[in-house]
């Protein structure tokens, strides 16, 4: 479940730009709002978080409290999965959801700062009516990533499920991650496993 330090960084402030995808989707609008105006009006209220919250703990619990509900990771979680998570009863599934989130909000939380500099272009939209993808390019010192987002339109919204950074799916990664620990060892052995990353993640 390792990674290089590059792509360690990329799922990183790229997490940190899934979450600011879904800051303010949930807000009642005049009009139905498509994927592509919340990416435009969220990214840029995140980044002014970072931007003007002095204290980095400031920033990440300010983040969270306003991303935490409208980021799908249950969604995430499950996709992650795949048919394993059928075989899990709600409370195993219930238990992956929280350690699965808690891994990934302790990996972005590394690089806020990181997110704080970028900038961002917007490419495209694609809106099918209950799913949705929208296409941005990051804007960093030293190179341009390009990331896709993949959003399900639910009742509280546009929601994100996954992301395509650099032409490889976040989801499609941890599934194979999770698909060989669990052929190799066990689904308790992969759940023991992350909890052990979330504790390395936490200390640093």
């Known amino acids: 479940m390792e990674s290089t330090e590059k792509s360690g960084s990329i799922w990183g402030w790229g997490l940190i730009l899934a979450l600011a995808v879904n800051l303010l989707i949930w807000v ?3 009009r139905a709002e498509g994927p592509m105006e919340g990416v435009k009006s969220l990214i840029e209220e995140v980044q002014t978080i970072l ?12 983040v969270e409290q306003a991303t935490a509900k409208h980021l799908d990771f249950r969604e995430m979680a499950k996709r992650s999965l795949e048919a394993t998570w ?31 500099k970028t900038r ?31 959003l399900l339109h639910e009742p509280q919204g546009w929601m994100i499920y996954d992301m395509v950074i650099e032409g490889v799916s976040m989801v ?17 052995e992969l759940v023991r496993c992350m909890k052990d990353k979330l504790k390395a993640e936490c200390k640093g």
């Open 172 to 188: 499609d990664n941890f599934r194979t991650q999770f698909a060989a620990m669990i052929q190799e060892c066990s689904y308790g």
């Open 51 to 62: 931007k003007t919250k002095p204290e980095k703990s400031q920033r990440l619990e300010l």
């Open 86 to 116: 059928t075989g899990l009863n709600r409370g195993q599934q219930d238990e992956f959801v929280r350690v699965f989130s808690a891994l990934l909000k302790a990996s972005y939380a590394n690089h806020l700062d990181d997110f704080a």
């Open 28 to 30: 009642p609008r005049a």
């Open 120 to 150: 961002v272009d917007y490419q495209g939209e694609t809106n099918k009516a209950e799913a949705g993808e929208v296409r941005i390019l990051v804007i960093r010192p030293n190179d341009k990533v390009p990331v896709n987002f993949h």
